[in-house]
T-cell receptor, first 113, second 113 residues
C-alpha cells in the first residue's frame, strides 16, 4: 500500500537558517510527488511538484525539493528561512491512475526571530 | 481567476444533525475532491467526483456522501453527525486527467457539539 512518512512532527529554526523537511514514501512505481504548505486557518497551497525528469525541483517562495529514488525520499529545502515561512508543511504522493493523493501527517515549522 | 471556494467557513451542529458543505472548483476543472483534516490525523481522502460521477471513495462510512452538479460544483453531506466528525473539511479541484495538480480551498470548519 502507498504511504507517506514525515518523520518530524515539529521543527524549530532561527530566521535566516537553512531548512530541510523530510519526506519518505512507499510506492511500487515512480509516483507523483508534491509539497503543500498550510498557514493557520487556511487551505493548502502548492509549493512544488515532481512528475518526471530533473530530480531537483524548484518551487515558489524559494523552496526546492530533490527526488531520490534510491532512498524513496522527496525532501524539501530552503537555504534561508523567513519568519513568514512558519506554517505546516505536507508532503503528498499522487497515485497514478487513481487521482488520489496520500498525505503525510505534516511537519509544523516554527521560526525564531 | 477565482480559486476554489468553499462555504460556509464555519459550521456548528449538534450530534445527530446533518451538515451540508459546498465547494466551487476553479473554472475549467472537472474533478472535485473532498478531504477531512481532523486534529492529529492529517488529511484523509473522502471522495472524488469527476464529470458528475463519484469515482473513488475513502475509508469513511456511508453517512458521508455527496454529489457533483452539472456546473462541477459539489456538495458534501454528513448525516447523523458524531462528535468525531469535528474537523476541517477541505475541497480541492483539478483537471480530470492523471497527474493533474489539485488546488485547495480554505476549508469549512465543522464543529459538532
Amino acid at each position: 500500500a502507498q504511504s507517506v512518512t514525515q518523520p518530524d512532527i515539529h521543527i524549530t529554526v532561527s530566521e535566516g537558517a537553512s531548512l530541510e523537511l523530510r519526506c519518505n514514501y512507499s510506492y511500487g512505481a515512480t509516483p507523483y510527488l508534491f509539497w503543500y504548505v498550510q498557514s493557520p486557518g487556511q487551505g493548502l497551497q502548492l509549493l512544488l511538484k515532481y512528475f518526471s525528469g530533473d530530480t531537483l525541483v524548484q518551487g515558489i517562495k524559494g523552496f526546492e525539493a530533490e527526488f531520490k529514488r534510491s532512498q524513496s525520499s522527496f525532501n524539501l529545502r530552503k537555504p534561508s528561512v523567513h519568519w513568514s515561512d512558519a506554517a505546516e508543511y505536507f508532503c503528498a504522493v499522487g497515485a497514478k491512475g487513481t487521482y488520489k493523493y496520500i498525505f503525510g501527517t505534516g511537519t509544523r515549522l516554527k521560526v525564531l526571530a | 481567476e477565482a480559486g476554489v471556494t468553499q462555504s460556509p467557513t464555519h459550521l456548528i451542529k449538534t450530534r445527530g444533525q446533518q451538515a451540508t458543505l459546498r465547494c466551487s472548483p476553479i473554472s475549467g476543472h472537472t474533478s472535485v475532491y473532498w478531504y477531512q483534516q481532523a486534529l492529529g490525523l492529517g488529511l484523509q481522502f473522502l471522495l472524488w467526483y469527476d464529470e458528475g460521477e463519484e469515482r473513488n471513495r475513502g475509508n469513511f462510512p456511508p453517512r458521508f456522501s455527496g454529489r457533483q452538479f452539472p456546473n462541477y460544483s459539489s456538495e458534501l453531506n454528513v448525516n447523523a453527525l458524531e462528535l468525531e466528525d469535528s474537523a476541517l473539511y477541505l475541497c480541492a479541484s483539478s483537471y480530470g486527467r492523471p497527474g493533474e495538480v489539485q488546488y485547495f480551498g480554505a476549508g469549512t470548519r465543522l464543529s459538532v457539539l
